[in-house]
């Protein structure tokens, strides 16, 4: 008996001490409601042991008789004493919820997982041979792959810390089924239990950053401060099916990036629903020293890679559940080995500059059609140092004995690129009103955007050339639903997703380079 007093006290002490506490707080209602329990549950143990006589009454005389042997229980008393069994654990169990509630009010929790199929076939093309100018192509057999297979799991965390303060975070785990580090037999055993024995297991940071809002500052201001919400930008929400995931337009830069974002809030001065301006500042690409045991000291070989950018987004006057958003990016000493890891350590790209605009629109006329466009330019600026020379768009190499290229010879390139697509709802509620989708994106010979962060096995949004997808989205609830999709990319030119070399225009060598991808994918949110 004193154990199931000392219980109740102890749930009592607790109780008040997590209210009295500073970093955990329990609703009112909640405290009253645990405080009514206890002292019906003491008031029941009192008059349980006194029909029972173990106990003395309350007002027991100062000279305590020695106790009588304990009466045999009755079948209600024991029935009495399971109904307050059950009493002590509902109040375990109330705050077992009262300390779950607690938690989610500082950090909520949430999971996606999807599984995806693609079925592609490629034709490759490499430039094997720079001894000779123009080079000499290799052109590689067709490749088929039926049976790819990938998983990606992903936590999501925010929490509101105060007023002013917000974090948010992201981590992801994306893994090719049956996938090792090394192609090796040895290596199926090793990733056969790497969850379960030491190692990495590959879950990975995506991005973690915290909103800071100043009070009282004359301007509407928010710093964001971390790995930014750099990828799956706009217009991705829509074939990813959710709200928008990154600040900056996909087209201008989709990956991962440190870095500090600054929002002045502009809606009040200018007139534009939602009009604000965003000053980036980012770290690209950073080389240490590897071959120390000090690993954190800056590689003197190579320079960092860093990025200035500032972004002008707003409604479109007069249209609802729209966005239209101004770019501008400029990439400080991009180095060779960013791109290539083939590459030798210490040789520097040169400058590069992005322009962008983008317009979408949702739901127009309450039509359920959803209609968007991206438009890019990027200029190179490249290094005029011919000893460490790798021009944007050249095909001369300072490597390996390649002709070098002189300071002369090296000229800025501009390319350009287009996306543009739509989604349309369809009214069908017995289907949970499935969505139809198209995407078209075409880039020029010189076409190079930040994307290599994108979502597809293969980089649609870097292609110099023409790309087509076609998706059916059928949702199931709000926690799943199914995409399936058709790709086909026509390569005009080489080196899609790559600023270095001059690319080669593929009808010249009587090549058709393609790649065609059916794909399947389930995804799941809570």
């Known amino acids: 008996m004193k154990k199931v007093l000392l219980t109740a006290g102890a749930l009592m002490l607790w109780t008040g001490t997590v209210c009295a506490a500073d970093m955990v707080r ?68 109330t705050l077992d919820q009262v300390e779950t509630k607690t938690l989610k009010d500082r950090i909520n929790l949430g999971a996606e997982y999807r599984l ?6 490629y ?87 915290v909103d800071w809002i100043p009070q009282g500052f004359p301007v509407p201001l928010a710093i964001t401060v971390g790995r930014h919400p750099s990828s799956e930008g706009p217009p991705t929400e829509y074939k990813e099916n959710r709200k928008r995931q990154s600040t900056y337009p996909a087209l201008i830069f989709d990956g991962e990036a440190d870095g500090i974002v600054a929002t002045l809030g502009l809606e009040r001065y200018i007139g534009l629903q ?17 071959d120390t045991d000090v690993s954190w000291l800056d590689n003197d070989n190579t320079q960092d890679s860093d990025i ?79 000893a460490t020379n ?5 095909s001369m190499l300072a490597l390996n004995g390649a002709p070098v290229a002189n300071a002369d010879d090296v000229e800025s390139k501009t390319g350009w690129s287009v996306v543009a697509g739509f989604r349309y709802t369809m009214p069908i509620k017995a289907l949970n009103n499935p969505k139809l989708g198209f995407e078209y994106n075409h880039g020029s010979k010189y076409h190079f955007t930040m994307t290599s962060g994108a979502n597809e096995l293969y980089n649609k949004l870097a292609t110099r050339g023409d790309a087509y997808e076609l998706y059916y989205i059928q949702p199931v609830s709000r926690h799943l639903f199914f995409r399936a999709g058709y790709t086909h990319v026509d390569y005009d030119f080489t080196g899609s997703g790559q600023p270095a070399w001059e690319p080669i225009r593929l009808d010249r060598l009587d090549l058709d380079t393609t790649m065609d991808n059916i794909y399947f994918l389930m995804d799941v949110r809570f």
């Open 26 to 93: 329990i609703p009112a209602e909640d405290y009253r409601a645990i405080m009514k329990s206890l002292d019906a549950l003491q008031k029941r143990v009192v008059e349980l042991e006194t029909n029972q006589g173990t106990v003395a009454p309350v007002q027991a005389p100062a000279a305590r008789p020695a106790p009588r042997p304990a009466a045999p229980m009755s079948g209600s008393d024991s029935a009495k004493l399971d109904r307050m069994a059950d009493d002590i654990n509902n109040i375990y169990d």
């Open 308 to 386: 200035a950018a500032a972004f002008f987004e707003s409604k479109i006057p007069f249209v609802p559940n729209s966005l239209m958003v101004f770019s501008y990016a400029h990439v400080f000493d991009m180095p060779a080995n960013m791109i290539d890891g083939e590459m030798t350590d210490g040789v520097i790209l040169g400058d590069l500059d992005l322009f962008g605009v983008h317009f979408q629109a949702s739901d127009i006329a309450k039509s359920g059609l959803d209609l968007y466009v991206s438009g890019s330019i990027n200029e190179t600026d490249p290094n005029d140092d011919s």
């Open 123 to 209: 034709k490759d093309l490499r430039v094997t041979d720079y001894s000779t100018m123009p080079p000499t192509p290799t052109v590689h057999t067709t490749e088929n792959d039926d049976s790819n297979f990938t998983n990606r799991f992903r936590i999501n965390m925010n929490a509101n810390i105060s007023k002013s303060l917000k974090f948010h975070a992201r981590l992801a785990a994306y893994h090719a089924w049956g996938d090792h580090d090394e192609n090796t037999v040895a290596n199926f055993y090793n990733d056969g239990n790497a969850v379960h024995a030491l190692g990495d297991n590959g879950l990975k940071i995506d991005r973690f950053y």
């Open 390 to 394: 790798l021009a944007f768009g050249t």
């Open 274 to 290: 939602n009009a604000g301006l965003r000053l980036a500042y980012g770290k690209v690409y950073r080389s240490d020293t590897n």
């Open 116 to 121: 995806r199929y693609d079925s592609y076939k």
